[in-house]
């Protein structure tokens, strides 16, 4: 198991002592616009064709973590899955263990995937036409067996293009997301990806807390990964022959340092 573990230092703060603004959910992740790099990859290697994904990066503020995945999927509903987890304070799936499906298929209903640290949520992004997007969640907080519960926080047809996706009331609650993906594949992208801003409410995120968060991209039943995750893990095959990344340790975030002002 390979398990990268990034720590904010001083290095990383402006010559100010702050970051001068928080990330724009809009699809485009832009140079600088993060302040932790959470791992890169190369889609030159991805063994899903000319797609796949980039680099992870996260930034936060005092109410909200922001995740920028930058990647290139391809336009069959192939899927861009986000496993987050606070270790310090929530209870969801134990490290090592698979994460519990949506049930009843379609979006997450036949996720297959274990990860090396506890998952508190799972987000997945999926593009079908050249104009959509659609989101889903899994919360594993308090989850005991069974399917987990699943949610589709929104999406449809325009929504490839930046468009701002806020989440319902309820769980979600706060939480934002948006998309951008021009035609083409994986050559013709600088910018282009997934954010999604969580409110700290949401993974009860305080002073000290370690949030692990880790990227695959897989097909659209969640149940076969290509060999490009952020971090990297071992791939391995099911016994009924989904594929399924065995502990992938997850690039992690410390809550509490000094950001915005």
């Known amino acids: 198991m390979k398990?990268?573990?990034?720590?904010?230092t001083a290095a990383l703060i402006s010559a100010a002592g702050v970051a001068t603004a928080v990330p724009v959910i809009d699809g485009s992740i832009n140079p600088g616009e993060y302040a932790l790099s959470l791992g890169t990859s190369d889609p030159a290697t991805s063994n899903y064709g000319a797609y796949g994904l980039f680099s992870?990066?996260?930034?936060?503020?005092?109410?909200?973590?922001?995740i920028g995945v930058r990647a290139t999927p391809e336009v069959n509903f192939n899927s861009l899955i986000l496993v987050v987890g606070n270790q310090n304070s929530l209870a969801g799936i134990p490290a090592g263990t698979q994460l519990p499906n949506g049930g009843g298929g379609g979006g997450?209903?036949?996720?297959?995937?274990?990860?090396?640290f506890e998952a508190d949520y799972v987000f997945r992004i999926?593009?079908?036409?050249t104009n959509e997007a659609y989101v889903n969640a899994l919360n594993y907080v308090g989850h005991t067996s069974g399917s987990?519960?699943?949610?589709?926080?929104g999406g449809g047809p325009n929504t490839n293009a930046g468009t701002l996706i806020s989440a319902p009331t309820g769980t979600y609650s706060g939480?934002?997301?948006?998309?951008?993906?021009?035609?083409?594949?994986y050559t013709t992208n600088t910018t282009e990806g997934w954010e999604i801003a969580l409110p700290k409410a949401l993974l009860n995120a305080g002073n000290g807390n370690q949030i692990r968060v880790a990227v695959l991209y897989g097909n659209s039943d969640t149940n076969n990964f290509s060999n490009q995750q952020i971090p990297a893990g071992t791939s391995t095959t099911t016994s009924g022959g989904g594929a399924v990344i065995s502990a992938v340790g997850g690039s992690s975030m410390t809550m509490g340092w000094t950001m915005y002002e």
């Open 56 to 66: 992870l990066v996260a930034d936060q503020d005092a109410s909200n973590i922001y």
């Open 3 to 8: 398990t990268l573990c990034y720590f904010l």
């Open 148 to 153: 987990a519960p699943q949610e589709f926080l």
């Open 108 to 116: 997450l209903g036949n996720l297959d995937l274990t990860v090396g």
């Open 126 to 129: 999926t593009t079908g036409n």
């Open 175 to 185: 939480v934002q997301t948006a998309f951008r993906r021009s035609p083409g594949d």
